[in-house]
């Protein structure tokens, strides 16, 4: 099994910062994608941010220039920093890795629990 925990979240002032992590646990051969997603009340959960094994990125345009997405293969950890944070940032944010569990099995998705950010004055 595979286990992913985020932390890093918490109360923000607009314009302020926030640092989320993610590190996986478990059993893993290799991380094909670690993303960042998002999903705030009301809504439906969309995607923040992904970065391939290769280092490859994507990011929704609401986050292009404010947030960056990086990794670290060896810890297998996402980071997702946050800058000028915005009270349309506030949601639950999740990690989702796609994981190869062994070289011989396909890829599976496995989510995190969710961290709040809340940015409000």
């Known amino acids: 099994q595979v286990q992913l925990v985020e932390s890093g979240g918490g109360l923000v002032q607009p314009g302020g910062s926030l640092r989320l992590s993610c590190v996986a646990s478990g059993s893993i051969f290799s991380i094909y994608t670690m993303g960042w997603y998002r999903q705030a009340p009301g809504k439906q959960r969309e995607l923040v941010a992904i970065i391939t094994s290769g280092g490859s990125t994507n990011y929704a345009d609401s986050v292009k220039g404010r947030f960056t997405i990086s990794r670290d293969n060896v810890k297998n950890t996402v980071y997702l920093q946050m800058n000028s944070l915005k009270p349309e940032d506030t949601a639950v944010y999740y990690c989702?890795?796609?994981?190869?569990?062994?070289?011989?099995?396909?890829?599976?998705?496995?989510w995190g629990q969710g961290t709040q950010v809340t940015v409000s004055s």
């Open positions: 989702k890795f796609a994981v190869y569990r062994h070289s011989y099995t396909p890829l599976y998705d496995y």
